[in-house]
């Protein structure tokens, strides 16, 4: 069956720019996980949704940072204001129930923001 | 609060040598404990668990990895690597009671014919 998708596969920007970034989980998934992936940070938990809600959202890194997830599926991440250190690649990630033992990632989305 | 180390950013070896990738969390409690792999070009996908029982655990490719409780390690290990093994290997830890992982900051491992 089809896995975890996300678009854009990469994205330039311009500081300044709002970005989004799309999530297709793989079907039926209730589970969905956003990471970032910086060099030499290796991937960083940003939030966690569970349906459409988003228990954990403490990895967001700042106010420019949201997310939302609607119908338990698609799931959006957005940045306002982008800057420089947004720069990386931000995985997508889904469950099939509660909790992150079994998660399936997507290919990700490179972002560079020049 | 979790944390994951792996000491290793980056591993050359030659095919056949012996592969091991130290991991090491920060955790007090009961842990789950995941070793993934990423290959040039791929999404980033599993190669063992550690849950509970038997603290060696067999992956998939002739991977394995022990836990061993008194040291909070979980290394990573393959009697004779091969090309294709040249991937980055991410550790993550899992708590009790969390809901979500924490990753180490990888090992890249190139492997030369």
């Known amino acids: 069956g089809a896995g975890v998708s996300q678009s854009p596969s990469n994205k330039v920007t311009e500081k300044g720019k709002d970005v989004e970034l799309r999530c297709d989980p793989i079907s039926g998934h209730t589970a969905l996980y956003w990471y970032r992936q910086s060099l030499g940070q290796g991937l960083e938990f940003l939030i966690y949704f569970q349906g459409n809600s988003a228990p954990d959202k403490s990895g967001l890194p700042s106010d420019r940072f949201s997310a939302e997830r609607t119908g338990g599926s698609v799931s959006t991440l957005t940045i306002q204001r982008t800057q420089q250190e947004d720069s990386a690649v931000y995985l997508c990630?889904?469950?099939?129930?509660?909790?992150?033992?079994?998660?399936?990632f997507g290919p990700g989305t490179r972002l560079l923001v020049l | 609060a979790q944390s994951v180390s792996q000491h290793n950013h980056h591993v050359i070896l030659s095919e056949a040598a012996s592969l091991e990738l130290g991991c090491n969390y920060s955790?007090?409690?009961?842990?789950?404990l995941f070793w993934y792999v990423q290959y040039p070009g791929q999404h980033l996908q599993l190669l063992l668990k550690y849950f509970s029982g038997d603290p060696l655990v067999k992956g998939i490719k002739g991977f394995e990895a022990e836990f061993i409780k008194s040291k909070f390690s979980f290394n990573l290990r393959k009697p004779s690597v091969q090309w294709s093994d040249t991937a980055e290997y991410f550790c993550a830890v899992l708590g009790a009671g969390f809901q979500k992982l924490v990753f180490g900051t990888g090992t890249r491992l190139l492997v030369s014919p």
């Open positions: 990630a889904s469950s099939p129930r509660p909790g992150p033992e079994t998660q399936y």
């Open positions: 955790y007090g409690g009961t842990v789950n």
